[in-house]
């Protein structure tokens, strides 16, 4: 099989509980089982996470990440700061003496 597209997920899935790699990876939970006999088993995946098709001589198939390739997902990861960032210092109290914790919540 040939090289995968840029829009491919570089991780290897399942995810492990926890994963922080992908700077824009968003937990979803799926409980699924195999049967009634078997225990009922927790997978995590993400909300990205597509399935892509590309033809190299075969039809494959392989993990997609809806956002686009690596550099689509650096520049969102980039613009979910700002925004974070933007948001946080629109409800910080500037008349304070001491900066305190920035309050994320609005009042």
């Not at 399942?14 to 939970?29: I, R, T």
Request: aromatic letters at 8%; one cysteine or more.
């Amino acid at each position: 099989m040939g090289k995968l597209p840029g829009d491919a997920c570089p991780f290897p899935r399942p995810f492990p509980e926890g994963f922080s790699e992908c700077a824009v990876f968003e937990e979803v939970a799926l409980r699924h089982r195999r049967s009634i006999a078997t225990p009922e088993m927790k997978v995590v995946s993400c909300r990205n996470l597509t399935v892509g098709t590309f033809w190299d001589g075969g039809n494959h198939h392989y993990g997609k990440c809806r956002l686009g390739d690596s550099a689509a997902r650096l520049e969102l990861a980039k613009n979910q700061i700002v925004e974070r960032h933007t948001y946080i210092n629109s409800y910080a109290d500037s008349e304070r003496d001491d900066p305190g914790l920035t309050p994320i919540i609005p009042r």
